[in-house]
Structures are given as structure tokens and as C-alpha cells.
């Protein structure tokens, strides 16, 4: 099948000593390996070609990089080919791809500083991040979010049982929102599927795979010949207007009167020889879980004090009867999580209706008022973002112990971005309980961000696909008796799910889950550490967990927090398990320091990091 040379499967065979050649691939490779799911988050900084390790290896230790290189292309990127990160990047290459054509000059008159530009706006995560957040809301986001899927569907084999689940999924969710009547794609694609009446229904194969691959296609070109055009006035009228990107506007105006394209002169240069950056009398043992727990307590604690303080849950719902204009509401406050009765008529089970004003059976009046932040809904804020201005002075000691517990909510949500990892460790050591369990914790973060946004095409049908799966899958009476959970919080599940309604219970069922897998996660940091230390260290005895910490001062913890913490919210969003803020006045004022060879997405964390050696 064509998912044989599929641009997924050539980055998967590639040399990864070849793949780092690539700036842009480094850039998404970056954020993937700092996702922190993983026990060793290495980044690469090609202008040096160097090597950053975390944890560091024992000072004595002389590492090879090609035992490096060894070690990511069999234990990292296979993750990344399967992660949302990736399909990202083959994106990111198409549209550069085109910015770089003739076609592109000649459709959109286009001179070489217009393509120059355009590439600096968009090239590596954020700047797809940025793309992504640009045409929010429009059709160019259907487009792009059909392109994506397909992507991924096309590159799946579905006469592979291991692959089929996945493949079917992914037909269901199309078939729900983009290729249902009256969608952007079909609209816009018509003239692929028009000669193929009920094409989305066609059973065959190898004709679903052709139609799909020609609808990408036309999809990708709209993207192309009309999102890019609108994406690029919109960055130069900003550029523009912010001060700190002067520079930039006159490296552009300058290269307005250069006549001809100038390929980046990244390939152009001789690269650095690749080399890993010793360790500094670094004598404890290697570690990466005790590493790991000293970060999230700086992304738990080091965050504003105001986001500590935790706000009541509020929903306004529609009228009820009673006095005239008013409105009746309720409160969650942080405690009530766990008293959430069984059969409650708590205002949580109000259902967030579709903007065709589609709502659930059990409530057929269409809601006027919702005012919900699902965030506060959580005992602990996983995440908050760590302001990189934040005085050193105020941050929290580091002797203070910090359980797996505590941090695996926030290894799970890195997980969801990083293809999985920890499940398929579940699976070679035969927990197909765990699995389970871990499969029904990641669907329900999936289910989330789409029954919090409404606004999106078709969003009332992915709801309910969505939460007919889980409750199929996982909540049914054949399943229901062999999961380790309470079964109060299975039923009270079953019963707001199977409406496709937002419940409470999702924290409550995601908190238990992460009781159970807790254990199991330390073995895959445990795992993980050894796996490397066998590849980095072959012939060394190196101190595995149970002596003293990782040494590191303070200051590199912050700015390895905030590195982390960057790499998960830019991931995220990619991923569509977050939202896609604005993009503020800060991110211009990097867009113009940016550069894919020194860190380049998360270039504002590590920069000082790099100053600093």
C-alpha cells in the first residue's frame, strides 16, 4: 500500500544522523524530546553541533554520539512518527515546500524576501503553532485539521491488527465531521467527491484511500494558494508594528532588493562535529525520576501566586422558572469533586450544545449562558505557565520530596503528545489491564477540549462518537467489572457519557487511573534510565536510583522547568489537547531572536541555559 512512502514512513528509515541535517526537522524533534513523559530529555543545538543531556551522565563518563544517535533512532524515533508532532512537520515541509516554488512566485507574485520572510514566520513548532492559531476558527482550520488526519490515516496499514483499531477510528472521525454534508472539506473538495456520489461511504480500500488521498491533495492547495497568502499579510502588518522586530523588517526591506531566492544557509555550511557536553563533577548516580519530580515541583510551585488560589466551578444555565430575568446558578467548589452524588441533578450535567443549538435528550431546551473553565475543575492545576521573567529569589526549595503521584497527571498529558510511549512499555510487559486503563485515561483527555469547544464543525457529532466509544470500550457491563476503579465513578461516567455530556467524574476517573499506573510509571522512568545507560555506557557500571539525587543547581532547574513547561503548552496546542491562545506581543519579540539552529521554539528557555556553559 502507499503508506509504505508515506513522508512518516521515509522519516522513520531515515539515517538520524541525516535527519539532523534539517533544521526544521531538529526544531519538532527538540519539542518532541522534551516532552517530559520521557526520563532522558536530550536537546540538540545544531549551530554547536551539541548535544545538552538531562539527567546529565556521571562526570567520568565519555559518551559517544554516535551511541546517542543509536540510542534516539531506536528508543525515540519511533515515538515521533507516531506522534502529532510529527505530522506537524510533514506539514511545515509541505508549506515551505511551496513558499520556496516558482508556482508560489508566480500565483501569488511573491519575491524572494516574500518567501524569506514567510519561511521565518512559519518554520519549526511555534511557527506552525502560530499558523495553527491564525486561522483558528475558519475554514483553514477544517482544512488543515482534515489534512492532519488523513495524513495519519493514510499512512496507517489496516491489514495490520495492531494498526486496524487506530485506522477505523480515524474513518469513524472523519466520517463524523469533515466528510459529513455541508463540511468545509466536502464544500471546498467538491470537485473530487462530486463525481463520486456518497463517496465518505464507499467501501473498498483501495477507493477509499484514492478519494482521501485526492481530497488531502486539493485540501493541502487550498491551505497553500489561500490560507498562506492571508497568514503572511497578516505577520508582516504585525512585524510592522512591533518595535522589536525592526531588525527583521530591515533584513527584509534589504533583501527586496536582491534579485534572486538564497536557500537557508544552514545547508549551505560546513556542520560542526557533533559532540555531547560533558558533565561537571557530577559523582551520583543516574536518575531520571528523582530529576523529574525536582522540575515539576518548580512548574507546580514556581507559578504566580494567584493561579494557587482555586476558583469555584460556575455554570450558568438557561432560565428556570422562577422571578423574571433570573438566572439560576451553581457553584463546584475545589472539594467537591469527591461528593459528586451518584445520580446527581448538579448543573455539571448540563450538556454544551453545538451552535445549531443541538442539545442532549435529557435537556431539550438550548442553553443560553455557560460559563465553565474545566481547568478549576481539577484539585491540582497540572500546569500553569512559569513566567520567564520570575525572580530566582522566590523560588521554592528543592529538598522538599515530590511523589510520582503528584507529577504523572503531567507525564500523561506529555504522553498523549509524544506517540504513546509508556503504553507501548505497558503492553511488552503484558498489562493489558494497565493499558486498558491508560487507553480510557487518554480518551478522556481527547474527549475534553471537543466537548469545550462547540464552536468547531460538526462538533455535536464528534461529542457523541467520542463518548459512545468510551462508554463501548470501556464502560459497558462486560468491561465495567474488570476495571480497578470505583464503581460509583464508572456509572456516574456511563451515565453523563453515553448523552455526550462534560462531567466532572472525567478528573475523578483520570485521579483513580493514575493511582494504578503510578507504580508502572516508575518502572518505565526505571526502564528508560537503564536502556540508556546500556547504550551510553555499555561498558561502565553506572549507580541506578536509590543513592542521592541528580546535582544541579537551582537556576538550571528554573530554566529547565520553564523549558519543559514550553515544550508541553507549545505541544499541546499542536496537538489540540490545549487551546490555541492569541498570540501576544511576546511572541513577535522572539520571532525576530528566533533561530532553528540554538533551540529554536523553545530557544527562550534554553538560550540563558546555553549562555550560561
Request: hydrophobic share 35%; proline share 6%.
Amino acid at each position: 500500500g502507499n503508506f509504505l512512502f508515506s513522508p512518516v514512513a521515509t522519516i522513520a528509515s531515515t539515517d538520524m544522523e541525516l535527519l539532523l541535517r534539517d533544521d526544521v526537522f531538529v526544531d519538532f524533534f527538540n519539542t518532541f524530546l522534551n516532552l517530559p513523559v520521557f526520563g532522558q530529555t536530550p536537546i540538540y543545538i545544531s549551530s554547536k553541533g551539541q548535544w545538552d543531556l538531562w539527567p546529565q551522565l556521571p562526570s567520568h563518563l565519555d559518551p559517544s554520539p554516535s551511541a546517542l544517535l543509536a540510542w534516539l533512532e531506536k528508543h525515540r524515533l519511533p515515538h515521533f512518527c507516531k506522534s502529532s508532532l510529527c505530522l506537524h512537520l510533514v506539514l511545515c515541509q509541505k508549506l515551505l515546500g511551496f513558499i520556496r516554488s516558482g508556482e508560489a512566485a508566480e500565483l501569488l507574485n511573491w519575491r524572494s524576501a516574500d518567501q524569506w520572510l514567510l519561511e521565518k514566520c512559519i518554520r519549526g513548532s511555534q511557527g506552525m503553532r502560530h499558523f495553527q492559531a491564525f486561522i483558528q476558527g475558519t475554514a483553514g482550520q477544517e482544512l488543515t485539521d482534515f489534512w492532519l488526519t488523513t495524513e495519519r490515516l493514510l499512512g496507517l496499514d489496516e491489514s495490520d491488527p495492531s494498526q486496524r483499531d487506530l485506522y477505523l477510528s480515524l474513518i469513524h472521525r472523519l466520517k463524523a465531521t469533515h466528510l459529513r454534508e455541508g463540511s468545509s472539506v466536502i464544500t471546498l473538495c467538491t470537485t473530487i467527491v462530486g463525481s463520486l456520489p456518497k463517496a465518505k461511504h464507499i467501501q473498498s480500500m483501495s477507493n477509499r484511500r484514492d478519494i482521501l488521498s485526492k481530497m488531502q491533495e486539493q485540501a493541502l492547495f487550498m491551505i497553500q494558494s489561500y490560507w498562506l497568502p492571508k497568514f503572511f499579510i497578516h505577520c508582516k502588518i504585525r512585524i510592522e508594528g512591533e518595535e522589536s522586530c525592526q531588525p527583521l523588517l530591515q533584513e527584509y526591506q534589504e533583501r527586496l532588493l536582491q534579485a534572486t531566492w538564497q536557500e537557508p544557509s544552514s545547508s549551505l555550511e560546513t556542520l560542526p562535529t557533533m559532540h555531547i557536553k560533558r558533565s561537571q563533577g557530577l559523582t551520583g548516580p543516574y536518575c531520571s525520576q528523582k530529576a523529574k519530580a525536582k522540575i515539576w515541583a518548580l512548574v507546580k510551585e514556581g507559578r504566580d501566586p494567584q493561579e494557587m488560589k482555586m476558583p469555584s466551578f460556575q455554570v450558568k444555565l438557561e432560565r428556570q422558572p422562577g422571578p423574571a430575568g433570573s438566572t439560576r446558578e451553581s457553584h463546584l467548589d475545589k472539594d467537591a469533586l469527591g461528593a459528586v452524588p451518584q445520580q446527581s441533578e448538579h448543573p455539571a450535567n448540563t450538556s454544551f450544545g453545538c451552535k445549531r443549538g443541538l442539545s442532549s435528550p435529557r435537556r431539550p431546551r438550548p442553553i443560553e449562558e455557560q460559563v465553565i473553565n474545566l481547568e478549576y475543575l481539577c484539585k491540582e492545576k497540572f500546569l500553569s505557565s512559569l513566567l520567564s521573567s520570575a525572580p530566582l529569589v522566590q523560588l521554592p526549595s528543592l529538598k522538599k520530596s515530590v511523589k510520582t503521584l503528584s507529577f504523572l497527571p503531567w507525564a500523561l498529558r506529555a504522553e498523549t503528545c509524544a506517540g504513546r510511549p509508556f503504553r507501548d512499555f505497558l503492553k511488552c510487559q503484558g498489562r493489558s489491564m494497565e493499558t486498558h486503563l491508560l487507553d480510557l485515561w487518554h480518551d478522556l483527555e481527547e474527549f475534553l477540549p471537543v466537548v469545550q469547544d462547540s464552536s468547531r464543525e460538526n462538533s455535536f457529532f464528534l461529542r457523541h462518537l467520542m463518548a459512545d466509544k468510551i462508554c463501548k470500550n470501556y464502560l459497558e457491563e462486560d468491561s465495567i467489572e474488570k476495571l480497578p476503579l470505583e464503581t460509583r465513578t464508572l456509572t456516574s461516567l456511563w451515565n453523563h457519557l453515553m448523552s455526550g455530556e462534560f462531567s466532572p467524574w472525567i478528573f475523578r476517573a483520570q485521579k483513580e487511573i493514575c493511582k494504578v499506573l503510578c507504580c508502572f510509571y516508575k518502572e518505565f522512568l526505571a526502564d528508560d534510565d537503564r536502556t540508556f545507560l546500556q547504550f551510553m555506557s555499555p561498558q561502565s557500571d553506572v549507580a541506578m536510583p536509590g543513592m542521592q539525587g541528580h546535582a544541579a543547581d537551582r537556576d538550571e532547574y528554573f530554566l529547565l522547568s520553564q523549558r519543559t513547561n514550553q515544550t508541553l503548552k507549545l505541544s499541546q496546542a499542536l496537538h489540540g489537547t490545549s487551546s490555541l491562545e492569541g498570540v501576544s506581543s511576546e511572541y513577535w519579540q522572539l520571532l525576530a531572536a528566533r533561530d532553528l539552529q540554538r533551540g529554536g521554539s523553545i530557544q527562550a528557555e534554553v538560550e540563558p541555559l546555553l549562555c550560561s556553559t
